[in-house]
């Protein structure tokens, strides 16, 4: 019975998130990579991984934009790996963002 | 999504297999069943996602971070069937490991032709790995700029069911990669 419940709530929130656009057919790949049995949490695992990795990348980020010359160069090569992270796990939001960013970088203005 | 492009791409050969769920697996599957594959990428996540795709097929997945670990592993002889490689990394590019790869491929080549077989490879005439280049960006990998680095073929991050299925179908079924 709780389990039903409980089910019911995870499939309700993964359902909000792709109707916000949050993720992207990417993650319905992952729940299929899993969805076989043959590898529980595997989800959870590159979801987690993904999390630490982007916490990395964002602090090494806000380090570079502190500097007063910002190394935009290297600001870019950051964004270039979290947003081949975000495609991975199907962040799109986290995408487009990086998306952005990047052409931002490339016009080298950091009040972007 | 992946099934059912594999499922349309397979167009239906695998009706025994679609009960219980597992639709359409079985021929990519077959191709890739107990292949030692090894993916190099230097992103963490990618690599992860990568290595889920190709297990699910019953491959045996090795992954690196970085070109040289995959030159140092991709040097013959070797029990790899096959390598995906990505090709914007640091320090050494995706283009750049295969083509050191192929140079040692080719001298050893020339030392088998030359009759100098080291004792691991008496049962084989020529070394060839299958290397698909992995990448987000089609401009940059270029059908031409692939095989100019003497790789067999590109797939697109992240994995696709489909293309997976066409460019892994192309090498392991037109050549073996121990000749």
């Not at chain 1, 570079?64 to 992270?85: C, I, N, R």
């Amino acid at each position: 019975m709780a389990a039903a419940a409980l089910r019911e709530q995870l499939n309700a929130h993964i359902a909000s998130m792709y109707a916000s656009g949050m993720v992207d057919e990417q993650f319905q790949q992952l729940q299929m990579l899993q969805d076989d049995g043959s590898s529980p949490g595997f989800v959870a695992e590159v979801v987690t991984l993904f999390c630490d990795d982007a916490d990395r990348i964002i602090t090494e980020l806000s380090k570079l934009l502190e500097q007063p010359t910002v190394d935009f160069d290297k600001v870019d090569a950051y964004v270039h790996q979290l947003k081949g992270s975000s495609a991975s796990v199907g962040a799109q939001k986290v995408k487009f963002t990086c998306m952005q960013f990047r052409q931002l970088c490339q016009d080298k203005n950091r009040d972007g | 999504m992946l099934e059912v492009s594999l499922r349309r791409a397979l167009g239906g050969v695998d009706k025994v297999h679609s009960k219980n769920g597992v639709i359409g697996n079985a021929t990519l599957g077959n191709l890739l069943h107990k292949k030692q594959i090894i993916v190099v990428d230097d992103n963490i996540v990618n690599l992860k996602v990568a290595e889920g795709a190709l297990k699910k097929y019953g491959a045996e997945v090795t992954c690196v971070d970085s070109g040289k670990k995959a030159i140092t592993l991709l040097t013959p002889p070797h029990s790899f069937h096959a390598c995906f490689m990505d090709i914007q990394m640091p320090e050494m590019d995706g283009f750049e490991a295969t083509r050191r790869i192929r140079v040692m491929e080719r001298d050893l080549n020339e030392r088998i032709e030359c009759g100098d077989v080291p004792p691991e490879c008496s049962n084989i005439q020529r070394w060839r790995t299958p290397i698909l280049a992995m990448t987000a960006d089609v401009i940059q990998a270029t059908h031409e700029e692939c095989l100019k680095s003497e790789m067999d073929g590109y797939v697109s991050k992240p994995f696709e069911g489909e293309q997976l299925y066409r460019e892994v179908a192309r090498f392991f079924q037109n050549h073996d990669p121990v000749e």
